[in-house]
């Protein structure tokens, strides 16, 4: 089974009915499979607060949701998460492309990078990072975490959990 | 006519639906006006209230309202094309669109000056947009209501605020009880 289709399988046996999306290029497997899959609303956002927002309003409405984007979002949406998902209590899986780790091809990319876990940890977010293709195997033990403490947590997954992206 | 006073007007109204009402002095003042387990209440993140409306809409059957502002929508302008090309019958988007930013101070936004958001959700593809006055806004909320057709109102309307308390009630308690109102 491929690690997009196990992942999505595992978002639809926790009960994930609503999962919004930024791409990334390594996301871009997993959000098709995102979207073939009838189980699961897909919206795509235009940016990852708004999308927060979508997240904290299906999830009111008894539809668990989850969102899947980038880790630069983390440095748009840190208001959004202390004051929407953390302060209202909202459990929020966010799946997140961890850009500017081991074989990234883009320079850019690691100025947020070396940011990305020491602002998770500043906000108190629960964060696992993907780094090999078996670490997926702790995903659906993660997502039961999330719904079980109501906190968003992140995942983040580098390049080499997902093969490869534009190796040097 | 000012904010409060349209909020006082469409209170019966909006007392039998889901209310997501924007951050700030809008909050404050229909929670002074006509508090609801069915209004969910935003203390923060400026410029969600119309994603999380939406977001609630689309989970669930029952006819969403949220309450925004035309710095809120400017705020968060991507919002417009998602609910445009996402049509979700259940969800009316109100904007009270009184040209200003109310709760910092009253300073003017663009949608009082050349900005027209009527014709920026048009644009954006959203199918139903209705500009009122002040005035007809109760009329137009009900029309919308009934047409079961997901409808923008752009409401154009005076600026200023009403002294009223800061909402002191916890956030988990506010999202608990409108949970429940939701499941009711």
Known sequence: ?168 | MIRSEILKEIAPILRDQLVVCNIGIPSQELHAIDDQPTNFYMLGTMGLASSIGLGLAMAQPKPVIAIDGDGSVLTNLCTLPTIANNVTDNYILLIIDNGSYGSTGDQPTYAGKKTSLAKVAEACGCDNVVECRDVDTGRVLQEALDSKKMTVIVCKCDSGNATMPVITMDPVVIRDRFMKAVQA
């Open chain 1, 1 to 168: 089974m491929s690690i997009h289709a196990k992942i999505v399988d595992d978002f639809v046996a926790n009960g994930v009915g609503f999962i919004t999306t930024v791409p990334c290029k390594q996301l871009a497997g997993v959000i098709d499979e995102v979207e073939a899959r009838p189980e699961i609303h897909h919206v795509p956002s235009n940016k990852e607060d708004e999308g927060m927002g979508l997240c904290a309003g299906s999830y009111m409405g008894g539809k668990r949701a989850a969102i899947i984007m980038q880790n630069t979002a983390i440095g748009v949406t840190i208001n959004t998460l202390a004051t929407l998902i953390q302060y209202y209590r909202m459990p929020l899986p966010m799946l997140i492309s961890y850009r500017g780790e081991l074989r990234e091809p883009v320079a850019c990319q690691v100025e947020m990078a070396v940011h990305t876990k020491a602002l998770l940890a500043q906000l108190n977010i629960p964060t696992y990072h993907f780094h090999n293709q078996s670490d997926v195997n702790e995903f659906d033990m993660i997502l039961k975490y999330t719904f079980m403490c109501n906190k968003p947590v992140a995942i983040l997954t580098d390049a080499n959990f997902w093969g490869g992206y534009g190796d040097q």
